[in-house]
């Protein structure tokens, strides 16, 4: 059999062996997976950042990759665990909104509410679902067991509110979605919706930034600029510097950009 692929993405950290604990469920169950570890280092209980972070992410893995994605501050209450199946992909997960962009971007498939008690760990805990759960799960969907085995089909998923952009004659209004590790504060301005020949400059809090520049290198020391990020949205940057302490600034913070 093909060996196949989990992925995982949780807020557990690499301090207290929970990530080794959903690790050797899906071993037991398939010692032939491969897993691999995207990121643990999720702001605990940060839904958004987990859903962000997938959708950077899932789109570069081969074709049937299984994304197990667990960041549950809900964990053992009414809601209900998920298994999505898209044109390419697999995801499972709690359906608390974590899948929420590629509920919104990708091609979904079937979605599936997962209760089928054979594929689960017996008796699950219920502040574990990520080991009692998940994990099993998608062990046994890298086996290739079919998605329909697992439960049946859900009726509605939770879906976290992500904000538009409005554009209007002078210019694009956005605000930051998200702020990485280096401080870069990424908009949810798309580049696909900026016309570079029309830009008159960009503005978040009392900042003025002339023009996108090329790449972060771009951008003069000490001063804060603006580049296409590699997701694909306009980021508020500087040469290797924190953007958001330079600017002050952090979610939901208003960036607009002027068109001449």
Not at 43 to 68: C, K, M
Not at 81 to 87: D, E, Q, R, V, W
Request: with cysteine.
């Amino acid at each position: 059999m093909k060996r196949s692929i989990i992925t995982l993405t949780t807020d557990f950290g690499t301090k207290d062996g929970y990530v080794g604990a959903v690790k050797g469920v899906i071993k037991r169950i398939n010692p032939d997976a491969e897993i691999v570890d995207v990121t643990h280092e999720i702001e605990p209980f940060d839904v958004w950042g987990a859903s962000f972070a997938l959708n950077n992410f899932y789109r570069y893995f081969p074709q049937n990759t299984i994304h197990l994605v667990v960041v549950d501050p809900g964990v053992g209450s009414k809601r209900q665990p998920l298994l999505i199946k898209s044109a390419d992909f697999l995801f499972v997960g709690p359906d608390n909104g974590v899948f929420s962009f590629i509920l919104q971007d990708d091609e979904i498939v079937e979605i599936i509410s997962i209760s089928n008690q054979k594929y689960l760990l017996s008796e699950p805990s219920p502040t574990f679902h990520a080991r009692d759960i998940f994990a099993p799960v998608a062990a046994y969907l890298s086996m290739g067991v079919d998605i329909r085995e697992f439960g049946a089909p859900a009726m509605e998923c939770s879906k976290l509110f992500i904000p538009q952009t409005k554009v209007t004659k002078r210019g694009i209004i956005g605000e930051i979605i998200h702020v990485d590790n280096f401080g870069n504060l990424t908009t949810n301005i798309e580049a696909k919706s900026i016309h570079l020949k029309s830009i008159k400059g960009i503005e978040v809090k009392r900042n003025k930034i002339s023009y996108i520049a090329k790449s972060y290198y771009d951008i003069p020391e000490e001063e804060i600029g603006a580049v296409i990020g590699s997701s694909g949205f306009l980021e508020i940057s500087t040469n290797q510097g924190n953007a958001a302490e330079f600017v002050k600034a952090d979610i939901g913070t208003k960036v607009r950009i002027n068109f001449k």
